[in-house]
């Protein structure tokens, strides 16, 4: 088995791949390296394109976790849809909101009508913005533009009670309009559609595209079309023969269970990278006016899955490694709760008491600190509960299709599970404190 080692006689290599290692593993991930001839990025394209040719409306639902290529992939389909369809003469509209960011109606409503403005050059401006005033306003430019794609990011926010009535609003427009407007909804609310009125969640007809998981094949993809545009010298050797080894399989598959996305994993390599600079090379004190760096000739060789597992405790500080298998916050919160119930004598205990039990103590943490504790969804935690069964510490006892309604069971005694808790208690982050001592 390779060890992919770097010694100090690398030194120079390090510091002349440096600037062009920091470019290409910048945080600017996904854009230009996704797979072409991926089944998500061909279904979208291929409806977008159908609803552009035939010049009718569409709603289509992206879920999942950020940096899991949700926007990207969009944003591809959107660029394929134009080059097959040759558009010359009209083009289409591409307007890209955060609906946590602008968060008002207004504010949002105002971000469409500028991106409108600047993208369709219209010079002519609304005086009360409103829906309705934002039709009317376009209907006169319909004939200029093939059609109009809105990207609505973080729509889950546009689910409460008092912002429903706005969704179905834009809905409305998109439904009645002759003119083709494509929807497009961005959430990592697996529950979005559920907390929607009837009324509102009958306009999202389409099945729904989920981005949970990354491919290994894709993966390597993206790291060796970024490594591809580095000069060649040994340590680029290295990186690259890690990336196409079982090795870096096997490490990618632990990985899965910290849910992590492909802009951590970029970060994750860069960060390697980073240290082993820092570690074979130091200041010249010699170069008083100009900053230079001479060998380290003390530090000793280390392998390259060694640096990985260091990065990743400055991307993951909390991360625990139990028994070989890497646990991560969210899969805490679910054994945390999974305890508690069970101290509490509950007899059969279902994962939506566990959802329930978890939302509770947000609740409470964010009335008491004024904080929030968003991460853990329940898209979060149902992803956390699958790699919890797969790494055997708990089992499921399938009672219905609805995986909220299964019964959980633990693999493992409780005095272990209580040891697990104590071994971590004091390396926990504010939440996480606070859900320690809220179930103990």
Same mark, same amino acid.
């Given at each position: ?72 992939? +969009?944003?591809? #389909? !959107?660029? =394929? ?9 009209? @083009? $289409?509209? &591409?307007?890209? *909101? ?9 504010? +949002?409503?105002? #971000? !469409?009508? =500028? ?9 002519? @401006? $609304?005086? &009360?913005?409103? *829906? ?29 009670? &008092? ?278």
């Amino acid at each position: 088995m390779q060890n992919f080692i770097l010694t100090q006689y690398m030194s120079q290599d390090l510091t002349d791949s440096y600037a062009q290692f920091s470019q290409y593993f910048s945080e600017d991930v996904m854009n230009n390296v996704l797979i072409d001839d991926s089944d998500k990025i061909k279904d979208l394209t291929d409806r977008l394109k159908d609803s552009l040719k035939s010049k009718t409306n569409n709603t289509i639902l992206l879920y999942g976790q950020e940096g899991f290529g949700r926007k990207s992939a +969009i944003r591809k #389909a !959107i660029d =394929n849809c134009e080059q097959d369809l040759q558009m010359k003469s009209k @083009k $289409i509209i &591409k307007i890209f *909101v955060n609906a946590y960011l602008h968060k008002s109606e207004g504010n +949002i409503l105002s #971000a !469409i009508n =500028n991106q409108l403005l600047q993208t369709a050059q219209i010079k002519s @401006k $609304i005086n &009360k913005l409103s *829906v309705d005033e934002l039709m009317k306003h376009f209907k006169q430019y319909e004939n200029s533009f093939h059609g109009i794609v809105l990207v609505i990011e973080r729509v889950e926010i546009l689910a409460t009670v &008092k912002k429903q009535f706005f969704l179905y609003s834009i809905l409305e427009w998109i439904r009645e309009s002759k003119y083709p407007i494509i929807f497009v909804g961005i959430t990592s609310d697996l529950l979005f559609q559920e907390k929607l009125e009837k009324r509102v969640k009958s306009r999202f007809q389409n099945i729904p595209y989920f981005f949970m998981e990354l491919d290994f094949q894709f993966v390597q993809k993206v790291l060796l079309t970024r490594l591809e545009q580095i000069d060649r010298n040994q340590v680029i050797n290295i990186y690259e023969n890690y990336i196409l080894s079982k090795s870096f399989e096997e490490y990618f598959a632990k990985l899965q269970s910290l849910q992590v996305s492909i802009s951590k994993l970029i970060y994750l390599f860069r960060s390697s990278f980073f240290l082993a600079g820092s570690r074979f090379n130091r200041p010249d004190k010699k170069m008083i006016d100009s900053f230079k760096f001479e060998r380290n000739v003390q530090a000793e060789p280390i392998s390259l899955q060694e640096l990985m597992q260091q990065s990743l405790k400055w991307i993951y500080p909390n991360v625990k490694l139990e028994n070989g298998k890497l646990l991560s916050q969210p899969e805490y919160v679910i054994l945390f709760s999974f305890y508690n119930l069970i101290m509490h004598q509950k007899p059969q205990i279902m994962f939506d008491d566990i959802i329930q039990h978890s939302k509770k103590t947000m609740q409470t943490y964010k009335l008491q600190h004024h904080k929030t504790a968003s991460e853990f969804t329940p898209l979060v935690l149902n992803k956390a509960l699958d790699n919890l069964i797969k790494q055997k510490f708990i089992s499921l006892q399938q009672q219905s299709k609805n995986l909220e309604n299964n019964q959980i069971i633990l693999c493992m005694s409780i005095d272990d599970l209580k040891n697990l808790f104590e071994n971590i208690r004091y390396d926990l982050p504010d939440f996480m404190s606070y859900l320690y001592n809220f179930n103990f």
